[in-house]
């Protein structure tokens, strides 16, 4: 059974810093794609960053050059590091794996976990 289980949200002002972290298990995790996906009180869900089994990423436009995406296959866990945050970051962020599907929409990815809630203020 995968479960994918993220932590490292909170409240920050902007300009600030954090990490995301998603804990994978109950599948081979080195074989799936994985990414971050965020949702905004009101908005649809959004695409911010994928990474795939290679270890190459796409990247949302709106955080090109601020947030990073990376993965430990090691440690079956994927990672978010999110610089220079805005106000318009704020959302509800989610790890999702596919084992089929690697682009940056939620349609291919059938693996959700259930949120960290991400908050800057200006």
């Known amino acids: 059974q995968v479960q994918l289980v993220e932590s490292g949200g909170g409240s920050v002002q902007a300009g600030g810093s954090l990490r995301l972290s998603c804990a994978a298990s109950?599948?081979?995790?080195?074989?799936?794609?994985m990414g971050w996906f965020r949702q905004a009180p009101g908005k649809e869900r959004e695409g911010v960053a994928i990474?795939?089994?290679?270890?190459?990423?796409t990247s949302a436009d709106s955080v090109k050059g601020r947030f990073t995406i990376s993965r430990d296959n090691a440690k079956n866990t994927l990672y978010l590091q999110m610089n220079s945050l805005k106000p318009e970051d704020t959302a509800m962020y989610y790890c999702?794996?596919?084992?089929?599907?690697?682009?940056?929409?939620?349609?291919?990815?059938?693996?959700w976990g259930q949120g960290t809630q991400v908050t800057v203020s200006s």
């Open positions: 999702a794996a596919s084992s089929t599907w690697c682009f940056l929409r939620i349609h291919g990815f059938g693996y």
């Open positions: 109950g599948y081979t995790y080195s074989s799936y794609c």
């Open positions: 990474i795939g089994r290679s270890g190459s990423t």
